[in-house]
């Protein structure tokens, strides 16, 4: 039941662009994204639900296709500060308890 | 506004011995969760709880148990600890609602010798 993600790491040099994917082989109520440095504790950065339409914060956005059971997040001109690991997180339901993928690792470069 | 805080933040302990690990949120949140987070493996679920006196088990429940007699807090407890059981620990909470996620705590971290 934990979603997949793709790819497990990516390194980028400041500016350019990313895409982390997070598949299912479930139906999907929502995906969560979430971003965690180093020794510290996840941060939420958004939330889609089935029907719904792309989110989008600052320079990260993402999408959820319910068909495919996959959402992806999407890193523009990506900063320093967007260094980290990236995890989605998913629910079947609304029961609220979500199943995370195993992580992203982002490290962006100067 | 301290949010949501745990503690201790670093345990170290001995296999067998019992553990509890503390959870305290101050937004009056129904749901709480617990997770743990080992290299490798992401986050995993143990328990969640979605109101006071109700729990619910996780994805990897068994060794550890839990109770939520107040909205506040729901702490973890290790009964009897196992090498297997080191790890990250982070506790979240969340309102529920179809566009609420869940808000973690810091993390504690947690050696079984």
């Known amino acids: 039941q934990q979603p997949v993600q793709s790819p497990q790491a990516v390194i980028l040099r400041e500016g350019e662009d990313a895409v982390i994917n997070c598949s299912s082989s479930k139906a999907l109520y929502s995906v969560h994204w979430y971003r965690q440095k180093h020794g510290e504790a996840p941060v939420f950065l958004m939330i889609l639900l089935k029907g719904g339409e792309q989110k989008g914060h600052d320079k990260i956005s993402a999408s959820f296709n319910e068909k495919k059971q996959q959402s992806s997040l999407y890193l523009t001109a990506s900063q320093l500060s967007y260094s980290g690991t990236y995890f989605c997180?998913?629910?079947?339901?609304?029961?609220?308890?979500?199943?995370f993928g195993k992580g992203t690792s982002l490290l962006v470069t100067p | 506004d301290a949010g949501i805080t745990q503690s201790p933040r670093y345990k170290i302990t001995e296999t067998g011995r019992q553990v509890t690990l503390m959870c305290h949120q101050t937004?009056?949140?129904?749901?709480m969760f617990w997770y743990r987070q080992d290299l490798g493996h992401g986050l995993r679920l143990i328990y969640y709880s979605a109101a006071a006196d109700i729990t619910d088990k996780g994805e990897v429940p068994d060794g550890y148990v839990v109770s939520r007699s107040k909205t506040e807090n729901f702490p973890l407890t290790l009964e009897s600890a196992t090498r297997s059981q080191t790890s990250v620990y982070f506790c979240?909470?969340?309102?529920?609602?179809?566009?609420?996620?869940?808000?973690f705590g810091p993390g504690t971290r947690l050696t079984v010798l």
């Open positions: 997180g998913t629910e079947k339901n609304s029961g609220y308890a979500l199943n």
């Open positions: 979240a909470s969340g309102a529920g609602g179809e566009l609420d996620t869940q808000y």
């Open positions: 937004w009056s949140h129904s749901y």
